[in-house]
């Protein structure tokens, strides 16, 4: 029998836009079958939402981004500060199911398991569009057709809307790279410092490994914002940057094998699919899918080739590669 392992959980919240979606957020993670030890929320940079929540969450963790403004700053914050065996995250727009925690402790029963995640449902404010095709559900952070797990339930990266990782991670690689994730407001829809952290770990773990827990499910919000087709072009033109990034970081080949499997397989085989149904049964809806995956295709490769050519003009195409510091918040 395993001594309990204690869990921080870690959420990073910038505008009182989504305040109604904060609370649920910490309303869900205060009715977890398997409580939390700490919950720590990391406020980037809006002095009226820190007090605010400083004043409303009794029992949570309220500091400033103490290291660097935007998403990974955020959470960085919050890995320095984290005190639990294992530490996760969970978006300001999500709700955690009432045993999600639950679900994810029971996934380190292997001692190899550096890290999980978990199955992430949208949560559409209004009708889904009718052009969204589901294998895009990433653009909205959500589990997507395609995603499925290797054998063992392996994956080679986290979702960063519901994810856990040992305290070793943090400890042995420090934190997430500045060089992606998301800034404050939506100034710019760069990701993938998750899969860039991932994929960091691996490196320092050879034997460890992430693995996707489907029974840890949370919902997550998709407002009318993130359901138009001009965000959509900008989300996936930015993903082919952040993964030309990634590439540069990681600097070794066969490091978006997952990527190559994803558009040789699962969108071949849904343009195909949706065109012929669009065809045969005059479908608008299918047809505007099989579009929609082809123009998000074609956006996010010209990403990548505009990642890689930013890359080589900076002259530094690895810069950012070594491990962020956690030390600055250690005093928030």
């Keep these: 029998m395993t001594d309990r392992q204690s869990i921080s959980v870690i959420l990073c919240a910038y505008t009182l836009d989504r305040w109604d979606d904060l609370r649920e957020a910490i309303a869900s993670l205060r009715a977890q079958a398997r409580a939390a030890d700490e919950i720590i929320l990391v406020i980037d940079h809006n002095e009226d939402l820190l007090a605010r929540a400083a004043a409303l969450f009794e029992g949570v963790r309220v500091v400033p981004n103490a290291l660097g403004s935007g998403l990974s700053g955020g959470r960085n ?23 999600w925690l639950a679900r994810f402790e ?57 994810m856990i990782f040992r305290r070793s991670v943090p400890e042995a690689i420090g934190g997430f790279s500045h060089r992606l994730g998301r800034l404050k407001a939506g100034a710019n829809l760069l990701s993938c410092e998750e899969t860039e952290y991932c994929i960091r770990a691996r490196a320092a773990f050879p034997r460890g490994r992430f693995v996707s827990a489907q029974d840890a499910r949370v919902d997550h919000r998709v ?13 996936t033109h ?48 299918s047809l505007a899918r099989a579009g929609a995956i082809l123009a998000g295709l074609g956006s996010a490769s010209l990403g990548f080739l505009r990642g890689r050519a930013m890359l080589r003009a900076e002259g530094r195409p690895a810069a950012g590669a070594t491990a962020p510091g956690l030390s600055g918040a250690a005093g928030s």
């Design 77 to 99: 914050t919050g890995l320095a500060l984290a005190g639990g065996d294992l530490i996760a995250f969970l978006d300001d727009d999500a709700v955690a199911a009432p045993d």
């Design 106 to 162: 029971a996934a380190f029963a292997d001692p190899d398991v550096l890290g999980a995640t978990g199955a992430v449902a949208p949560l559409w404010v209004g009708a889904r569009p009718g052009w969204f095709p589901a294998e895009f559900l990433w653009t909205v952070g959500c589990t997507f057709p395609g995603a499925e797990a290797l054998a063992g339930g392996e994956v080679r990266n986290v979702m960063g809307c519901s």
């Design 223 to 235: 407002t009318a914002a993130r359901m138009t087709f001009g965000y959509f072009l900008r989300r």
């Design 238 to 285: 930015a993903e082919g940057i952040s993964k030309a990034i990634v590439a540069a970081l990681a600097a070794r080949r066969g490091v978006l094998g997952t990527e190559r499997s994803y558009v040789l397989r699962t969108l071949g085989a849904a343009v195909l699919r949706d065109a012929a149904r669009g065809l045969l049964r005059l479908d608008r809806h």
